[in-house]
């Protein structure tokens, strides 16, 4: 699932190459009623209840808080924080009736440290272990499990949207 229609169709193409069978589905996870329907979506795919969920919300943010728009900020915490929540949620719905459920959370190496000119994204990442760490302990006893990863760099899109917003040569960043 995404938000960008023509990224689901590229994946979906490299998907049918190597799955037996595959589907997406265009999802804007800030709207909690689109997050329903991904879950309905992934039901009716996979026949029963979803037995892993990966909330890998992520909207890049970079420069001084001191120079962020209201907007800007609403966006990052939109998408990385209340997105994640959503979605969780409507995933949880269904994990509970899998015996083998797991929702996994996609924070960043800045869920766990703070970095100078990234102060608006790391808190929404921070968010992120927050709410990890909270889940696990209020869904663990329902059987699901509930783990967040944190990496760093990794060469994508959203890296290039981030640096080019810090005004940050990408190649000097990854090298």
């Known amino acids: 699932a995404d938000v960008d229609a023509s990224r689901l ?20 996870i800030t709207d909690a009623n689109q997050c329903e329907a991904l879950i309905t979506t992934a039901e009716r795919f996979f ?7 990966v909330a890998n ?4 943010f970079g ?6 728009s209201p907007l800007d900020i609403r966006k990052v ?9 959503l979605s969780a949620q409507a995933a949880l719905r269904s994990l509970v ?4 459920a797991c929702l996994l959370f996609t924070g960043s190496l ?12 790391t808190a929404s990442k921070h968010a992120i272990a927050g709410l990890v760490k909270s889940l696990a302990l209020e869904m663990g006893p329902q059987g699901v499990r509930v783990n967040g990863i944190a990496p760093t760099l990794v060469d994508t899109s959203f890296l290039h949207q981030a640096y080019e917003q810090a005004g940050v040569e990408v190649v000097s960043a990854l090298t």
């Not at 979906?12 to 069978?21: D, W």
């Not at 919300?57 to 890049?60: N, V």
């Not at 800045?110 to 100078?116: K, L, Y």
């Open 9 to 28: 169709a590229q994946a979906l193409e490299g998907l049918r190459s190597k799955a037996q069978a595959a589907a997406v589905t265009t999802c804007d």
């Open 47 to 53: 026949n029963g209840p979803v037995d892993v969920f």
């Open 57 to 60: 919300a992520g909207r890049p």
């Open 63 to 68: 420069g001084a808080l001191a120079e962020a």
């Open 77 to 85: 915490i939109d998408v990385n924080v209340t997105g994640s929540i």
């Open 97 to 100: 009736r899998s015996r083998q």
């Open 110 to 121: 800045q869920s766990v440290m703070g970095r100078a000119e990234r102060s608006v994204y």
